[in-house]
Protein backbone atom coordinates (compact mmCIF):
# COMPACT_ATOMS: atom_id res chain seq x y z
CA UNK A 1 0.00 0.00 0.00
CA UNK A 2 2.96 2.11 0.96
CA UNK A 3 4.54 2.51 -2.69
CA UNK A 4 1.08 2.63 -4.35
CA UNK A 5 0.35 5.67 -2.02
CA UNK A 6 4.45 7.15 -2.65
CA UNK A 7 3.65 6.67 -7.07
CA UNK A 8 0.04 8.23 -6.23
CA UNK A 9 1.63 10.89 -4.44
CA UNK A 10 4.48 11.62 -7.25
CA UNK A 11 2.11 11.63 -10.07
CA UNK A 12 -0.23 14.40 -7.94
CA UNK A 13 2.73 16.40 -7.65
CA UNK A 14 4.17 16.39 -10.84
CA UNK A 15 0.36 16.90 -12.30
CA UNK A 16 0.36 20.43 -10.18
CA UNK A 17 3.01 21.68 -9.77
CA UNK A 18 3.04 23.14 -13.23
CA UNK A 19 0.46 25.32 -11.92
CA UNK A 20 2.97 27.03 -9.30
CA UNK A 21 5.89 26.68 -12.18
CA UNK A 22 4.49 27.79 -14.75
CA UNK A 23 4.57 31.53 -13.68
CA UNK A 24 7.68 31.09 -12.60
CA UNK A 25 9.14 30.20 -16.17
CA UNK A 26 7.18 32.46 -18.24
CA UNK A 27 8.18 36.00 -16.57
CA UNK A 28 9.20 37.39 -19.51
CA UNK A 29 6.92 39.91 -21.84
CA UNK A 30 7.03 39.70 -25.81
CA UNK A 31 9.39 42.70 -26.34
CA UNK A 32 12.24 40.89 -23.87
CA UNK A 33 13.08 38.71 -26.18
CA UNK A 34 16.99 39.58 -27.85
CA UNK A 35 16.38 41.39 -31.06
CA UNK A 36 12.64 42.16 -30.66
CA UNK A 37 11.91 45.18 -32.67
CA UNK A 38 8.98 45.06 -34.88
CA UNK A 39 5.14 43.97 -34.54
CA UNK A 40 2.19 44.32 -36.32
CA UNK A 41 -1.33 44.86 -35.62
CA UNK A 42 -3.17 41.63 -37.24
CA UNK A 43 -6.95 41.25 -36.20
CA UNK A 44 -7.13 41.25 -32.33
CA UNK A 45 -3.60 40.54 -32.00
CA UNK A 46 -0.60 41.38 -32.44
CA UNK A 47 2.71 39.44 -34.49
CA UNK A 48 6.28 39.83 -34.41
CA UNK A 49 8.16 40.13 -36.91
CA UNK A 50 11.35 41.03 -38.47
CA UNK A 51 12.22 43.07 -41.65
CA UNK A 52 15.35 42.51 -43.96
CA UNK A 53 16.97 43.36 -47.40
CA UNK A 54 15.21 46.51 -49.79
CA UNK A 55 12.30 47.85 -48.70
CA UNK A 56 11.57 47.89 -52.13
CA UNK A 57 12.31 44.64 -52.93
CA UNK A 58 10.25 41.70 -54.19
CA UNK A 59 8.95 40.11 -50.75
CA UNK A 60 9.50 36.82 -49.54
CA UNK A 61 7.23 35.60 -46.72
CA UNK A 62 9.26 33.01 -44.24
CA UNK A 63 7.09 31.06 -41.87
CA UNK A 64 8.34 28.58 -39.18
CA UNK A 65 7.50 25.37 -37.64
CA UNK A 66 5.89 24.09 -34.24
CA UNK A 67 8.20 25.70 -31.48
CA UNK A 68 10.36 27.98 -33.26
CA UNK A 69 10.05 31.57 -34.68
CA UNK A 70 12.02 34.68 -36.58
CA UNK A 71 14.93 33.25 -35.10
CA UNK A 72 15.08 29.68 -37.23
CA UNK A 73 15.32 31.94 -40.97
CA UNK A 74 18.56 33.78 -39.71
CA UNK A 75 20.66 32.13 -42.15
CA UNK A 76 17.52 32.64 -45.20
CA UNK A 77 16.78 35.79 -43.74
CA UNK A 78 20.66 37.11 -44.74
CA UNK A 79 21.07 35.09 -48.16
CA UNK A 80 17.64 36.38 -49.24
CA UNK A 81 18.26 40.17 -48.22
CA UNK A 82 21.62 39.71 -49.70
CA UNK A 83 20.15 38.36 -52.92
CA UNK A 84 17.89 41.79 -53.42
CA UNK A 85 14.53 40.79 -51.29
CA UNK A 86 12.75 42.60 -49.03
CA UNK A 87 12.25 39.37 -46.26
CA UNK A 88 9.32 39.28 -43.59
CA UNK A 89 9.61 36.52 -41.16
CA UNK A 90 6.39 36.47 -39.01
CA UNK A 91 5.88 34.60 -35.82
CA UNK A 92 2.92 32.76 -35.61
CA UNK A 93 0.05 33.22 -33.25
CA UNK A 94 1.33 31.53 -30.06
CA UNK A 95 5.17 31.53 -30.76
CA UNK A 96 8.11 33.84 -30.69
CA UNK A 97 7.21 37.44 -29.61
CA UNK A 98 3.81 37.18 -31.02
CA UNK A 99 0.46 37.70 -29.00
CA UNK A 100 -0.41 34.32 -27.19
CA UNK A 101 -4.37 34.26 -26.51
CA UNK A 102 -6.03 31.49 -24.44
CA UNK A 103 -8.80 30.84 -27.12
CA UNK A 104 -9.40 28.42 -30.11
CA UNK A 105 -7.84 30.37 -32.54
CA UNK A 106 -4.92 28.00 -33.40
CA UNK A 107 -6.36 26.32 -36.74
CA UNK A 108 -3.87 26.43 -40.15
CA UNK A 109 -6.68 28.61 -41.02
CA UNK A 110 -6.63 31.40 -38.42
CA UNK A 111 -2.54 31.82 -38.70
CA UNK A 112 -2.81 32.11 -42.60
CA UNK A 113 -6.09 35.09 -42.00
CA UNK A 114 -3.39 36.81 -39.56
CA UNK A 115 -0.88 36.99 -42.06
CA UNK A 116 -2.78 38.06 -44.70
CA UNK A 117 -3.71 40.37 -42.18
CA UNK A 118 0.02 41.56 -41.24
CA UNK A 119 0.80 41.76 -44.53
CA UNK A 120 -2.08 43.90 -45.49
CA UNK A 121 -0.62 46.19 -42.65
CA UNK A 122 2.44 46.09 -44.09
CA UNK A 123 1.57 47.21 -47.48
CA UNK A 124 2.40 43.86 -49.34
CA UNK A 125 0.44 42.71 -51.60
CA UNK A 126 1.73 39.67 -53.86
CA UNK A 127 4.93 37.55 -51.92
CA UNK A 128 6.86 34.45 -52.22
CA UNK A 129 5.96 32.02 -49.18
CA UNK A 130 8.21 29.77 -47.92
CA UNK A 131 7.31 27.54 -44.78
CA UNK A 132 8.62 24.65 -42.90
CA UNK A 133 6.96 21.72 -41.20
CA UNK A 134 3.36 23.20 -39.85
CA UNK A 135 5.04 26.42 -41.06
CA UNK A 136 4.24 24.46 -44.63
CA UNK A 137 1.03 23.73 -44.61
CA UNK A 138 0.29 27.62 -43.64
CA UNK A 139 1.86 28.07 -46.86
CA UNK A 140 -0.14 25.88 -48.74
CA UNK A 141 -3.34 27.04 -47.01
CA UNK A 142 -2.51 30.79 -47.77
CA UNK A 143 -1.87 29.38 -51.56
CA UNK A 144 -5.48 28.38 -51.21
CA UNK A 145 -7.09 31.12 -49.85
CA UNK A 146 -5.04 33.71 -51.53
CA UNK A 147 -3.74 32.39 -54.81
CA UNK A 148 -3.49 35.66 -56.16
CA UNK A 149 -0.91 36.77 -53.99
CA UNK A 150 0.94 33.72 -53.60
CA UNK A 151 3.66 34.04 -56.51
CA UNK A 152 5.71 31.13 -55.25
CA UNK A 153 5.59 28.60 -52.80
CA UNK A 154 8.69 26.87 -51.01
CA UNK A 155 7.69 23.91 -48.22
CA UNK A 156 10.29 22.39 -46.45
CA UNK A 157 9.54 19.19 -44.78
CA UNK A 158 6.05 20.41 -44.83
CA UNK A 159 2.50 18.72 -42.85
CA UNK A 160 0.52 17.87 -45.52
CA UNK A 161 -1.60 15.02 -44.98
CA UNK A 162 -1.82 14.90 -41.13
CA UNK A 163 -6.18 14.59 -40.92
CA UNK A 164 -6.44 16.08 -36.86
CA UNK A 165 -4.34 16.26 -33.93
CA UNK A 166 -2.34 13.93 -32.68
CA UNK A 167 -3.86 11.77 -29.91
CA UNK A 168 -2.19 13.66 -27.28
CA UNK A 169 -3.95 16.26 -28.20
CA UNK A 170 -7.13 14.73 -25.87
CA UNK A 171 -5.06 15.23 -22.85
CA UNK A 172 -3.59 18.33 -23.87
CA UNK A 173 -7.05 19.64 -23.72
CA UNK A 174 -8.05 19.09 -20.55
CA UNK A 175 -7.21 22.16 -18.20
CA UNK A 176 -4.65 20.62 -15.09
CA UNK A 177 -3.37 18.13 -17.69
CA UNK A 178 -2.59 19.98 -20.89
CA UNK A 179 -0.81 22.67 -18.71
CA UNK A 180 1.44 19.74 -17.01
CA UNK A 181 1.61 18.56 -20.53
CA UNK A 182 3.13 21.80 -22.16
CA UNK A 183 4.86 22.69 -19.15
CA UNK A 184 7.20 19.59 -19.66
CA UNK A 185 7.10 19.03 -23.18
CA UNK A 186 8.32 23.17 -23.93
CA UNK A 187 11.12 22.57 -21.13
CA UNK A 188 13.72 25.02 -22.37
CA UNK A 189 16.35 22.33 -20.67
CA UNK A 190 14.78 19.87 -23.42
CA UNK A 191 15.39 22.62 -26.31
CA UNK A 192 18.78 20.98 -27.52
CA UNK A 193 17.80 17.20 -26.99
CA UNK A 194 14.91 18.20 -29.48
CA UNK A 195 16.77 19.85 -32.45
CA UNK A 196 19.38 17.29 -31.89
CA UNK A 197 16.50 14.57 -32.05
CA UNK A 198 15.07 16.21 -35.41
CA UNK A 199 18.29 16.66 -37.63
CA UNK A 200 20.46 14.10 -38.85
CA UNK A 201 23.51 16.37 -38.69
CA UNK A 202 24.77 18.44 -35.92
CA UNK A 203 27.09 20.78 -37.00
CA UNK A 204 24.95 23.74 -36.97
CA UNK A 205 23.94 23.29 -33.09
CA UNK A 206 25.87 25.62 -30.44
CA UNK A 207 25.09 26.69 -27.50
CA UNK A 208 23.94 29.98 -29.21
CA UNK A 209 21.89 28.57 -31.18
CA UNK A 210 20.03 26.68 -28.86
CA UNK A 211 19.33 29.30 -26.61
CA UNK A 212 18.02 31.52 -29.96
CA UNK A 213 15.30 28.65 -30.05
CA UNK A 214 14.68 28.33 -26.05
CA UNK A 215 14.27 31.82 -25.78
CA UNK A 216 10.53 32.47 -26.54
CA UNK A 217 9.78 29.26 -23.89
CA UNK A 218 10.32 31.85 -21.24
CA UNK A 219 7.61 34.36 -22.36
CA UNK A 220 4.01 34.63 -20.51
CA UNK A 221 1.20 32.37 -21.68
CA UNK A 222 3.55 29.97 -23.67
CA UNK A 223 2.35 26.40 -22.03
CA UNK A 224 -1.83 27.62 -22.13
CA UNK A 225 -1.17 28.71 -25.71
CA UNK A 226 -0.12 24.77 -26.74
CA UNK A 227 -3.41 24.25 -24.67
CA UNK A 228 -5.62 26.09 -26.58
CA UNK A 229 -3.93 24.92 -29.92
CA UNK A 230 -4.78 21.94 -28.94
CA UNK A 231 -8.60 22.60 -28.40
CA UNK A 232 -8.78 24.53 -31.80
CA UNK A 233 -9.58 22.95 -34.94
CA UNK A 234 -7.02 21.60 -37.00
CA UNK A 235 -7.83 23.19 -40.56
CA UNK A 236 -10.70 25.21 -41.05
CA UNK A 237 -13.11 25.54 -43.94
CA UNK A 238 -10.47 24.75 -46.89
CA UNK A 239 -8.45 21.81 -45.17
CA UNK A 240 -5.09 21.40 -46.52
CA UNK A 241 -5.26 17.30 -47.34
CA UNK A 242 -8.41 17.51 -49.14
CA UNK A 243 -7.15 20.77 -51.12
CA UNK A 244 -4.17 19.72 -52.26
CA UNK A 245 -4.57 19.44 -56.27
CA UNK A 246 -6.34 22.68 -56.14
CA UNK A 247 -2.72 24.81 -55.43
CA UNK A 248 -1.77 26.51 -58.59
CA UNK A 249 1.21 27.88 -57.46
CA UNK A 250 4.50 26.72 -58.75
CA UNK A 251 5.52 24.88 -55.50
CA UNK A 252 9.10 23.65 -54.52
CA UNK A 253 9.57 20.77 -52.46
CA UNK A 254 12.86 20.52 -49.66
CA UNK A 255 12.91 17.44 -48.12
CA UNK A 256 15.94 15.67 -45.93
CA UNK A 257 15.82 11.58 -46.89
CA UNK A 258 16.18 11.03 -43.15
CA UNK A 259 13.36 12.93 -41.77
CA UNK A 260 11.37 10.86 -39.25
CA UNK A 261 8.68 13.25 -38.46
CA UNK A 262 7.26 13.53 -42.13
CA UNK A 263 9.32 10.85 -44.32
CA UNK A 264 10.53 11.83 -47.80
CA UNK A 265 8.01 9.46 -49.13
CA UNK A 266 5.45 12.64 -48.40
CA UNK A 267 7.41 14.71 -50.36
CA UNK A 268 7.10 12.14 -53.28
CA UNK A 269 3.58 12.07 -52.96
CA UNK A 270 3.20 15.65 -53.11
CA UNK A 271 4.86 16.02 -55.83
CA UNK A 272 2.72 13.92 -57.38
CA UNK A 273 -0.61 15.50 -56.19
CA UNK A 274 0.44 19.32 -56.45
CA UNK A 275 -0.23 20.69 -60.13
CA UNK A 276 3.19 22.41 -60.27
CA UNK A 277 5.88 20.91 -57.42
CA UNK A 278 9.25 20.26 -57.80
CA UNK A 279 11.42 17.69 -55.19
CA UNK A 280 14.69 18.58 -54.00
CA UNK A 281 16.14 15.76 -51.25
CA UNK A 282 18.98 16.27 -49.35
CA UNK A 283 20.70 13.30 -48.09
CA UNK A 284 22.31 12.61 -44.53
CA UNK A 285 19.51 15.03 -43.89
CA UNK A 286 16.56 15.06 -41.18
CA UNK A 287 13.66 17.24 -40.88
CA UNK A 288 15.07 20.71 -40.26
CA UNK A 289 17.04 21.24 -43.64
CA UNK A 290 16.95 25.01 -43.18
CA UNK A 291 19.42 24.37 -40.65
CA UNK A 292 21.78 21.10 -41.68
CA UNK A 293 22.03 22.53 -44.98
CA UNK A 294 21.63 26.24 -44.93
CA UNK A 295 23.39 27.67 -48.15
CA UNK A 296 21.76 25.01 -50.18
CA UNK A 297 18.29 25.76 -48.96
CA UNK A 298 18.76 29.31 -49.52
CA UNK A 299 20.38 29.15 -52.64
CA UNK A 300 17.20 26.47 -53.57
CA UNK A 301 15.01 29.34 -52.73
CA UNK A 302 16.21 32.16 -54.67
CA UNK A 303 16.45 29.86 -57.22
CA UNK A 304 13.12 29.27 -57.49
CA UNK A 305 11.50 32.32 -56.70
CA UNK A 306 13.61 33.63 -59.74
Excluded at 26 to 41: A, H, M, N, S, T
Excluded at 219 to 240: E, F, I, M, N, Y
Excluded at 254 to 269: A, K, N
Amino acid sequence: MKPLMAVTTAGLAALLAPQVLTPLRERLEPGDLPGVQRFVRAGAYDLHYTDDGPPDGPTVLLIHGFAAWAFAWRAQRAALAAAGYRVLAIDLLGYGASSRPAAPVYSTRDQADLLLAALDSLGVGAFDAVGHSFGGRVALQLALIAPERVRTLTAICPEAFTQGRPPIAAAARLPIVGLALSYYVLAPSLVRVGLRSLAKQDGWLHAEVVAGYAAPLYVRGTALAQVWQARSPKDGDLPVPANLASVRTPVLLLWGDSDQVFPVEEGRRLERILPEARLIVYHHTGHLPYEERAAEVSAAIIEHIR
